[in-house]
């Protein structure tokens, strides 16, 4: 390989160990940000040969913490609420809810939470929203929460933390068949040691590319001014 392909290949390098290291630390930044999901990166071989960086998002559950709270809402299972955001419906797996100052459901953020008629108002005292995401306020029902589904493999496009743009695909799902958790909290599914322990890989490796390439200019610099001195 000659010198100017060496360093075209050593700055691919250097930017795909720069975007796992942004990964590593975006999900360590959010290791106690409820409902969580990590990313993954790998390397994706272009048609040209180069090697860049991709990211997945790891939909493994996160452990599910009881809290007594009748407005943290979790999943029992690998489907989504639907919240409403100024860039449009997003999918989310719930967390710590809360009701606003005109009583709409929200997520902690802010964001309403979209039930078969829209945004959920809930005036009144005792909130109860059971298995299939009926929501009632002493103890009337009141609307019946929106939960849609996204096949396994699909990929997932990541915002805003807890958030996910929707894909054409997802689905809504039958009441009978979703697993809606009152009182529950579901946790970061970021693995804290797996994730030090990656950062300290991905900045070993970053080091080594980077000493590799400033030798190969280095010698690409001798290289140039032998040529120089010859001419």
């Known amino acids: 390989m000659n010198p100017i392909d060496a360093l075209v290949s050593g700055a691919a390098a250097l930017q795909y160990w720069e975007r796992r290291q942004q990964v590593v630390t975006n999900n360590l930044a959010n290791v106690d940000t409820a409902g969580f999901k990590a990313e993954r990166v790998f390397g994706q071989l272009l048609n040209d040969g180069t090697t860049v960086a991709a990211a997945g998002t790891d939909r493994t559950a996160g452990t599910l913490t009881p809290t007594g709270n009748p407005l943290d809402l979790a999943m029992g299972n690998g489907d989504f609420f639907v919240v409403k955001t100024p860039q449009g419906e997003r999918l989310s797996r719930g967390g710590a809810c809360q009701r606003d100052a005109n009583g ?12 078969a008629d829209g945004p959920i108002r809930v005036l009144g005292g005792r909130v109860d929203v059971d298995a299939t995401g009926v929501v009632s306020a002493d103890g009337q029902p009141v609307d019946q929460l929106r939960v849609e589904s ?21 689905t809504a799902v039958a009441p009978a068949l979703r697993d809606v958790k009152q009182g529950v909290i579901e946790a970061s599914n970021v693995n804290t040691v797996g994730a030090m322990v990656d950062m300290i890989s991905v900045q070993r490796a970053y080091a080594a590319v980077q000493k590799a390439v400033q030798t190969i200019d280095s010698v690409n610099d001798t290289i140039s001014n032998a040529l120089g001195k010859l001419g």
């Open 150 to 170: 996204v096949a396994p493999g699909t990929p997932l496009q990541h915002e805003a933390g807890t958030l996910f743009v929707p894909p054409a695909s997802a």
């Open 104 to 115: 709409y459901l929200t997520d902690a953020a802010g964001h309403p939470l979209l039930g």
